[in-house]
């Protein structure tokens, strides 16, 4: 490989780990990082900062834009914190209960909305609930720690949920329909398996002493407080109904039409947001993620340098070279996979790894690896509070809502606190994502 | 006696601020009750009524009549007819679920100021479906008029001294009295509490042009 090769891939691994280092400025970090990038293809002569640019995966930015704008008129109807309530209602206010419902529940909501977007609605009924009832430390870094996880589980159980799978369909590397009939039962399995693991062997509840009391008195206030909440048929309706219309597009559009998933998003996303007038246009222009567009544009502007510059079809040849059986180095790109994802997070991790997946399905099924490599990334982003964005805001609202203990002490939950509850989930998700990828390359 | 979680007055200072304490300690004396009975509710009143006046005098009611004190809005419904906007300073949920939709032409605000600690505001106002307008403590004169009434709440009268929530005392003030033409106090709990109102502050009751 020629020196001017390196260049692009150095400057992606510096920044990398710079934003991993220095989260609070991992947006000029990655947007730095992609000029540089920018710089050097144009001035080895790779590639020109056009070239570079007309590589990004648009389509990819605009579902993003797009869902999250639904999102926002999905929460602006108020519809989740209502189904949050009936759910702490139907589980008696028992903390295991509480946990299986609430992680059952932002599985379902993560698969439909962005992982943000799920949080900032589900997790306030249960921090009401936490504050109120039993707040031991143990009970809230399991039960909230789950919830993230279920959140990122979710996020890869359909095409919409999440970034990997979005970009998956974007990409047209594989159909809505085909993504979500493969990994939706393997994010079930992954989701039972770690409810499972959590309940028998962590068992968070161990040692805490039941109070009906203190459970009916905690139920009562989360109702209280939730009264006469209502779903605002306005917002919910047209969202509904739109999200209803993308997904039968999404699932029967024939190919032949060249109406690409991305332009389903956006003539959707529009006719919604046109239904509801002025509430329509006040979100799409004070309500677009810019941070996530602009992190994501750097991102895949380095990663289009990368591959200009040769260096993935180099990792894919070395993969292939491997002294192993194809599916050993199926087993080999995974587990690197859910490793890089974690020290990366998930936006690094999948689009760069997408490219290095792409050169195994020229040896084993094509759905098998993205699947594979959706579920690794899945694994990563839930070994650290860190390797997914939502971690950081679980533990503002976690922080935010000031849980105290028996004692009065304040209850943590930061990076060592999820510590024990992300290797966990790493090691089950992890390990669902290979047994998925042996299972189906038989 | 009655073991009661180690929790129950922090939990109680947390549904306050949000709800109200009147509507609050209802609840606490229902399920108290519901839980232990009478002596559940007295062993409540005995470990948190002084550090929470409000709750120990709805348990006190509770305890004298076997029932928790009730809510009557047409009075205050009656008073605030004829206004033009209606500003609430304070807040109890029980109390503005009845008087709200009591009121279906007259514009009701909500004054956004707790000290009892952080507030979901959205939250508090999803519950009365867009009838309930927030207004930031700056906007207070925008709320003022010829007909327009301030409502606050009222836990029991000494005398001539009312107890009333801190915020109270924070808006009213010789300025802000001559801007709105009435001034409501909507006592809550008639009588008033029975230990040292700690939480709570006291104002004239001259203050008010009415108190029902």
Redo the contacts between chains.
């Keep these: 490989m020629a020196p001017q090769q390196l260049i692009p891939p150095s400057v992606l691994l510096v920044t990398l780990l710079a934003q991993a280092l220095l989260p609070d400025l991992r947006l000029l970090i990655v947007m730095t990082g992609a000029a540089l990038c920018c710089l050097a293809t144009s001035v080895t002569g790779v590639a020109t900062t056009g070239a570079l640019l007309a590589d990004v995966p648009w389509g990819v930015l605009i579902i993003l834009v797009g869902l999250g704008l639904l999102a926002e008129l999905l929460a602006a109807g108020?519809v989740f914190?209502p189904l949050a309530v009936r759910a702490a209602v139907a589980s008696g206010g028992r903390p295991h209960r509480l946990r299986l419902a609430f992680a059952v529940g932002m599985y379902a909501v993560s698969g439909l909305v962005n992982n943000i977007t799920a949080l900032v609605l589900v997790l306030?009924v249960l921090l009401v609930l936490l504050?109120?009832g039993d707040?031991r430390p143990r009970t809230v870094h399991w039960t909230v720690g789950t919830l993230l996880v279920a959140c990122n589980l979710g996020g890869a159980a359909t095409p919409i949920g999440d970034f990997p799978a979005i970009l998956l369909l974007s990409r047209g590397s594989m159909r809505f329909t085909d993504y979500l009939v493969r990994a939706l039962p393997a994010t079930l399995a992954a989701l039972a398996l770690l409810l499972g693991c959590v309940g028998l062997l962590a068992r968070p509840e161990r040692g805490a002493v039941d109070?009906?009391?203190?459970r009916?008195?905690?139920l009562?206030?989360t109702t209280?407080?939730?009264?006469?909440?209502?779903p605002?048929r306005g917002p919910v309706i047209p969202a509904v109904l739109g999200l209803g219309a993308m997904l039968l597009a999404w699932t029967f559009l024939p190919d032949r039409l060249h109406v690409g998933p991305e332009l389903v998003c956006w003539l959707g996303v529009c006719v919604v947001l046109l239904a509801r007038g002025r509430q329509g246009e006040r979100l799409a222009r004070t309500r677009v993620d810019v941070e996530a567009v602009l992190f994501l544009l750097g991102l895949f502007v380095m990663v289009a340098a990368v591959r200009r510059a040769g260096v993935f079809d180099a990792l894919g040849a070395w993969i292939l070279e491997l002294p192993l059986p194809p599916r050993g180095r199926l087993v080999v790109f995974l587990a690197l996979a859910g490793v890089l994802t974690g020290l990366f997070s998930a936006g690094p991790g999948m689009a760069a790894l997408l490219n290095v997946g792409e050169a195994l399905t020229r040896e084993l099924p094509g759905p098998s690896v993205y699947v594979g490599l959706a579920l690794s990334v899945c694994a990563g982003s839930s070994l650290f509070l860190t390797a997914a964005t939502s971690g950081p805001l679980a533990q503002a609202l976690v922080e935010?809502a000031?849980l105290?203990d028996?004692e009065?002490r304040p209850v943590r939950f930061g990076f060592l606190q999820f510590l024990p509850v992300g290797l966990l989930s790493f090691a089950v998700i992890e390990g669902v994502a290979i047994a998925y990828g042996l299972l189906t390359t038989q | 006696m009655t073991a009661?979680?180690?929790?129950?007055g922090?939990?109680f200072l947390?549904?306050a601020g949000?709800?109200g304490f009147f509507?609050?300690a209802r609840?606490?004396v229902?399920?108290?009750s519901?839980?232990?009975g009478p002596d559940?509710v007295r062993a409540m009143r005995e470990q948190h009524g002084r550090d929470y006046s409000v709750l120990d005098g709805v348990a006190a009611r509770y305890l004298d009549t076997g029932a928790l004190p009730g809510v009557d809005a047409t009075r205050a419904a009656e008073a605030l007819r004829d206004a033009s906007r209606v500003l609430v300073v304070g807040f109890e949920?029980d109390a503005l679920?009845l008087l709200v939709p009591l009121l279906p032409a007259v514009p009701a605000g909500l004054l956004m100021q707790r000290s009892l600690?952080?507030v979901?505001w959205d939250?508090v106002l999803?519950?009365?479906?867009d009838r309930l307008t927030a207004v930031p403590f700056d906007d207070l004169q925008k709320w003022a008029g010829s007909r327009a009434a301030l409502l606050t709440f009222v836990y029991g009268t000494a005398g001539s001294l009312a107890h009333v929530s801190s915020e109270w005392l924070r808006v009213m003030g010789p300025d802000v009295r001559p801007q709105f033409r009435s001034l409501l106090g909507w006592d809550l709990l008639p009588g008033g509490p029975e230990v040292y109102p700690r939480w709570l502050a006291t104002a004239d009751v001259a203050t008010f042009s009415a108190l029902v």
């Design positions: 108020r914190g306030p504050r109120t707040a109070d009906p009391l203190a009916s008195l905690s009562a206030v209280a407080l939730h009264r006469r909440v209502r605002a935010r000031d105290r028996g009065g | 009661l979680p180690p929790s129950l922090r939990t947390l549904a949000e709800l509507s609050a609840i606490f229902r399920e108290t519901a839980a232990y559940g949920a679920d600690g952080p979901d939250r999803a519950n009365f479906d």
